[in-house]
Structure formats: C-alpha cells, structure tokens
C-alpha cells in the first residue's frame, strides 16, 4: 500500500468523491477574490486532516516549503482565511456532505441498519460575548463565568462507518431542541425520508412535539427513557423488576440482560397508539453493570431486542466518533476567527474533512484483509510526506 500524501488525498477527494465542482464552486461570497475559494477551501480541509486548527497556523504551512506538497499553487494570510470564511455561504458544503453519505450508502459502504444520532454540545469558548452565538455560561453558583458556542450534530450510525452530516448552531435565545430540529430536518430533506431506519437521541429528546415531527417526516425513535418521563419510567420499572429477563445476549466479553415490552401507554401529546420500552442490564467482565431504559416505537416484528439494543447502542457513536473526535482530535472547540458565520462554516469545514478522511482511510484504503489505517498513523504517514519541507511555526 502506498503511504498517504496530500496529493493522494486531493486525487481521491476529485476523482473518487468526486467534489470537484464543490471546490470550485464552495459558496464564496467574496466580491473582488484574489485567490481561488478551491484552493482556501482544500488548504482548510487538509489542514484539520493535519490537526492544524488555527488560521495562524495555517498561513505558516501554506507559506512553509510543504505547499506544494500539499497541492496548493499559492500562499495566503490569516486575514484571508477570516474574510473567505466571514463571507462563506453554508449550503455547499452541507449539500457536499450529504453528497458524500447518499454516495458511500450507493456503495455499500454501510452495513445492518442506518441510524441518525442527534445531540447538542458545547465548543468554544471565550471571556467576553464577541459574537451573536456566544451563550453566556454559569458556574454552579449562578455566577457568569465566560461565554460559549453551542451547536446541534446529526450523525449517520450503527452502520459500521459513522459519518457526521449536518451541524447547526444556536445562540443565546435558541434551545438545542429547536437546533436539532433544523438540522434533522435539512438532513431528512437533503437525503430523503427513506435514507435513515431510525433517530436514535438522548432522554432531552423524549418529549411528544419532538417525537410528533420524526412520525411526521416517517423517521421512527428510539430515545433514552429517564425520570423526565415519571409515570413511564415508574410503569417500566415496576412491571420488568418483576421479571426474570426476557432474553440474554453476549456482545464482545459482555453479558447483556434484556426486558422488552410493547404495550405501554403513551403520555398525553404522544401520538403513538402503545410504547415499547426495552431495558438492558449489560454485565461487564470486571463486574460493572449498566443499566439503562430506552422507549421506541419500532415494532417488535421488525426489529428484535438484540438488534434494538444495538441501536441503543449506537448513540455512543455521535459522542465517540462524533464530538470527541471532532473536539480532541481535529480542533472543533477551537475559535479561529470569533465571527458567527465563520465559525458555523469552521465547523461545516471540519465535518467534511472528517468525512473526507473516514472515506479514505476506512473504505479506499481498506481492502482486502488488511487492517484499517488508525487515524494517527494516517496523520502521521501525511506529516512524514511533508518531510523536511514542512518547518512549522505552531505560535
Ligand atoms: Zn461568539
């Protein structure tokens, strides 16, 4: 296998991914640009595949000796980048992401059941408000500490390849709520009704308007059952406390013992005729026993315990996969320019970048019996091929 470069990296993302119209068309909203919006948007995506977040940090690669190796015909400054992204129309990059799903799902580049996990974070943060986004944040006293960014993320999951799609923010007077509710919608809409099996979210989602929209658009739930849901929650304990388990399963070293019943009563609002809840009690080897209650309106014929639990599972791959990864590893929390509408595209840019690297290096990559490349080795492989070209100045 030949090691990874950026030049390899740039074939594949023209010829495999076919986003050559993308970067040529990004969305630029600049008036006179000197320099191609292409080339600011590729300098972009490589450098989060390189891990270099700031925009200081990125005017030091592209005027280092490794531009060319990192296909970039020019140079350009920080103030650039600022402007670029200041002026960047979102909807290209949202319409290339979910370009690149629909493409991967053509190619069988997903197995069993697709999911849509949905949940908000935080990422960013700064003293003072410098923007309309910025949330004020409280210490445990009520005391204003700082600001913050908060944002909603849409993954795709549960089918073996976890690819974030769409990102929206909401400011001081918005709610993660309604900011799921946009980005699911723009996702189902982008996609279609039929792309997804299934939205699988946190117990912030169990409430019946959200649950409503996701019958409506055709999408079934399966959400987190907690106290937020008293009469529910008290109904599932009591009835499966009662109960040997309904069935065992084995996942890894783990021993899962799982509760499933369909015929529970939905809460006032809800407009599904029962409610199915599950409950898994998943025994680690080292003793720890997880417990957790999930309500669902998938139908037990369709969709069996173990397979429901799984789907449960998959949750875990928007916070794994997803903001972690997009926090720890590719600089997600940090504020390049503290401008609203950069920050959104920083955050769309980053996305496709992960996407773009997910696709290479798990699918292109990965044939045959070989293992995947893990991600560092892959960032490392890059470096390495920027040689002794690259002499960066990190500030
Ligand atoms: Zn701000």
Redesign the pocket.
């Known amino acids: 296998m030949k090691s990874a470069t950026a030049r390899r990296l740039k074939r594949f993302v023209l010829r495999q991914l076919d986003l050559g119209e993308y970067l040529k068309h990004p969305g630029d909203g600049r008036r006179w640009p000197q320099i191609p919006a292409g080339l600011l948007v590729w300098a972009q995506l490589v450098g989060f595949v390189l891990r270099e977040t700031s925009f200081h940090a990125l005017e030091a690669l592209v005027r280092s000796r490794a531009r060319r190796q990192l296909a970039l015909s020019r140079g350009f400054g920080e103030d650039t980048l600022a402007y670029f992204t200041e002026r960047l129309d979102l909807e290209p990059t949202r319409a290339a992401l979910a370009r690149l799903v629909r493409a991967a799902k053509r190619r069988k580049g997903f197995g069993g059941w697709i999911g849509l996990a949905v949940d908000g974070t935080s990422a960013g943060k ?1 003293v003072r408000e ?2 309309p ?2 949330r004020p944040l409280y210490n445990a006293e009520h005391k204003l500490i700082g ?1 913050q ?1 908060s944002l909603s993320l849409v993954s795709l999951v549960g089918g073996g390849l976890s690819l974030p799609v769409d990102v929206e923010p909401y400011g001081p007077l918005d709610s993660e709520m309604a900011a799921s509710q946009r980005a699911l919608g723009r996702v189902v809409k982008q996609l279609g009704r039929r792309f997804a099996d299934y939205v699988v979210a946190d117990g912030y989602y169990a409430g019946a308007p959200f649950l409503r929209q996701l019958t409506a658009w055709g999408l079934p739930a399966l959400v987190r059952l907690k106290h937020n849901l008293p009469e529910l929650a008290a109904a599932a304990q009591q009835r499966f406390a009662a109960q040997p388990a309904h069935e065992e399963i084995e996942r890894g070293t783990d021993r899962i013992e799982i509760w499933d019943a369909s015929d529970f009563d939905p809460w006032e609002g809800l407009d599904w005729t029962t409610v199915r809840v599950l409950r898994y009690r998943q025994h680690k080897r080292d003793g720890q026993v997880i417990e957790a209650y999930w309500l669902t309106n998938l139908k037990w014929q369709r969709v069996s315990s173990a397979r429901l639990y799984d789907m449960a599972k998959s949750r875990w791959e928007v916070e794994n996969q997803g903001f972690n990864d997009a926090k720890n590893r590719y600089g997600m929390a940090h504020i390049a320019h ?1 401008q ?1 509408q950069s920050i959104v595209a920083r955050w769309l840019l980053l996305l496709l970048a992960l996407t773009v690297e997910r696709l290479y290096r798990l699918r292109y990559l990965h044939r045959g019996r070989r293992p995947p490349c893990t991600a560092i080795a892959f960032v490392r492989q890059l470096r390495l091929s920027l040689g002794s070209a690259l002499s960066l100045d990190t500030g």
């Open positions: 700064s410098s923007c986004l910025c600001h960014h503290h609203s």
